[in-house]
């Protein structure tokens, strides 16, 4: 009996060892303990978090506000309310032109671009500016006048229903220019130009410079002048450091000349760096000095060239770019 007893309380007090140790207690216990762990790790960073800043509320004086208030009232006052509504203005006038521009059915602005490139067609390659935007006015015109009976009726000339010659009508009438924009039609306008002659009266003109030395009185020279005459010296191969060099040579050659030979008494010097201009096949360069004789010379060309001239030699320019000279010797 006794032994029984004995081994009965020692089973008993292992089953209560191994109830106290099962695995939920421990689960339970581990869970604690990182939770334990978890908040002093919190702790320990809350702690060094630093302290937020104190927000220190300005005071301000009542001068310090009087000038605020007086700036604000500044402000207001100086605002361009007159500017502003007018701004308002047109943007709701642009906006009514837009929406009206994007009433005008593709098909409408595609026949009346047809119609409009076929008006300016008729004037051929050589209308200028004015005819043709007097061509576009006056198609304008018709058509709007077409426009307008056929609004009121149920056909036109023009094939169109009462709606699209409505729109049209309005397009013709309020959006002429906006049209034209959206079909792609753009005709230079023209500048008027008018020279205004600001010199004083009786004030001298002012003298063209010659570069080089001053020209001896008997070479007589003439500015934008080209001499005719038999050529003494080929000036395609005779060049002149300036135009009193050119003059000198023709003196000299004249001066020196041999029994029988042409005496120079005409000389034609090319002053441009560009060059001068000649209706004959070569190109005259800069410098380039022509030694004449004339029993009784004659001016090929002066100042400028005609416009009849020009017209059969598109090359020519406007002014007369030789210098030339009839010598006294």
């Given at each position: 009996m006794a032994r029984g007893i004995a081994r009965a309380a020692s089973f008993g007090g292992r089953a209560?060892?191994?109830?106290?140790?099962?695995?939920?207690?421990?689960?339970?216990?581990?869970?604690l303990a990182n939770l334990v762990a978890a908040l002093l790790v919190l702790r320990s960073l809350t702690s060094f978090a630093p302290a937020p800043k104190r927000v220190e509320v300005v005071q301000y004086t009542e001068e310090q506000i009087r000038r605020v208030?007086?700036?604000?009232?500044?402000r207001r006052e100086a605002e361009p309310v007159e500017l502003v509504q007018a701004v308002k203005k047109l943007r709701k006038v642009f906006a009514r032109e837009e929406k009206r521009r994007k009433e005008l059915p593709l098909e409408l602005k595609l026949r009346v671009s047809y119609e409009l490139v076929g008006r300016l067609n008729g004037l051929g390659d050589n209308g200028s500016a004015i005819q043709q935007r007097e061509a576009l006015e006056s198609w304008r015109v018709e058509t709007l006048k077409e426009a307008k009976s056929a609004s009121t009726q149920n056909s036109s000339n023009l094939g169109l229903s009462s709606e699209e010659a409505r729109l049209l009508k309005r397009a013709l009438e309020f959006n002429w220019h906006a049209l034209l924009e959206d079909i792609g039609l753009w005709i230079s306008p023209e500048i008027p130009h008018t020279e205004h002659d600001d010199k004083p009266e009786n004030e001298p003109e002012e003298e063209?410079?010659?570069a080089g030395p001053p020209l001896h009185p008997q070479c007589n020279t003439e500015l934008h002048a080209d001499y005719g005459g038999a050529a003494v010296r080929w000036g395609l191969t005779h060049h002149k450091e300036s135009a009193?060099?050119?003059c000198q040579a023709c003196l000299d050659?004249?001066?020196?000349?041999?029994?029988g030979e042409l005496k120079c008494n005409i000389w034609v010097y090319c002053p441009s760096e560009f060059g001068c201009y000649s209706p004959d096949k070569y190109e005259h360069k800069h410098q380039e000095c022509w030694l004449k004789q004339a029993d009784q010379p004659k001016l090929n060309f002066k100042d400028k060239y005609s416009e009849s001239y020009r017209d059969s030699h598109p090359r020519a320019p406007v002014v007369v770019?030789?210098?030339?000279?009839?010598?006294?010797?």
């Open positions: 209560t060892a191994a109830g106290w140790f099962s695995y939920r207690r421990i689960t339970v216990a581990v869970c208030e007086e700036s604000i009232r500044i063209e410079i010659i009193a060099d050119c050659q004249a001066r020196n000349a041999k029994l770019p030789w210098m030339s000279g009839v010598t006294s010797a």
